[in-house]
């Protein structure tokens, strides 16, 4: 007899065979065979967010299995013939291209019992994070003409499609707009932020000083002699 038997659960499962010896037309007595059929894995992926180059992500740690107890077996290729070295994925700092994105794949198959998984991929996508901006700090006597500052107009280094962030201390704010003829003394901390990746803080200060006022004169009459 044969039989191909498959289980669709994920515990083992047992099969018991009656078994009922004959030659000729003699019978002995049965017995039972018990065969035990054991679940294949089945690997579920939970995939990891995509992070900035300050971070590391355990791809290992998002692989999962439907059969308590399973290991894993990591590979760099689909084929499942290159065992990984490491199962974590970190930005490359010696990538020729420091801006573009770099993703990272691991494979992996889950074993139980003798029974292996297919084979299934997780991926993460590792994003640049911009360096922090360069900023230009004022220290001045006030004008004497108004002239209208933008903070903006004091940060440079900014890339394309960067969003630039302003905060006072940790709170997040919009910095009004400076007029360098009155006297004023502010700093705040500004970022750059670049698909979702936020650079470190600059501090911008602005120190007016005003002007000193105009000394007071007295004219005098005097007669001759």
Not at 55 to 73: E, M, P, Q, R
Not at 79 to 97: D, E
Not at 158 to 165: D, F, P, R, S
Not at 194 to 210: A, F, L, Q, R, Y
Request: proline content about 6%; charged content about 15%.
């Amino acid at each position: 007899m044969s039989q191909t038997l498959t289980n669709s659960t994920n515990t083992a499962q047992k099969v018991v065979y009656t078994v009922t010896p004959k030659s000729g037309s003699c019978q002995g007595d049965n017995f039972t065979v018990t065969v035990t059929v054991n679940p294949k894995p089945v690997i579920t992926v939970n995939p990891a967010a995509d992070v900035c180059n300050n971070l590391t992500v355990d791809l290992a740690a998002t692989f999962s299995s439907n059969v308590s107890g399973s290991t894993f077996a990591y590979y760099t290729d689909a084929a499942g013939t290159s065992p990984a070295s490491v199962t974590t994925a970190k930005w490359n700092a010696s990538a020729p291209n420091q801006a573009v994105e770099q993703t990272t794949t691991l494979y992996a198959i889950a074993t139980a019992n003798t029974c292996k998984s297919e084979i299934a991929s997780s991926s993460v996508t590792i994003k640049h994070k911009p360096v922090a901006p360069t900023v230009e700090n004022i220290r001045e006597c006030a004008a004497v003409t108004p002239e209208a500052r933008e903070w903006a107009s004091l940060v440079s280094n900014v890339e394309a499609n960067a969003e630039l962030k302003w905060y006072n201390g940790s709170a997040a704010v919009t910095p009004a707009d400076f007029d360098m003829s009155v006297a004023m003394n502010e700093a705040y901390s500004v970022t750059q932020t670049v698909n979702g990746c936020e650079s470190d803080k600059s501090m911008v200060e602005v120190h007016i000083k005003p002007l000193p006022e105009a000394p007071m004169v007295t004219n005098n009459v005097v007669c001759e002699g």
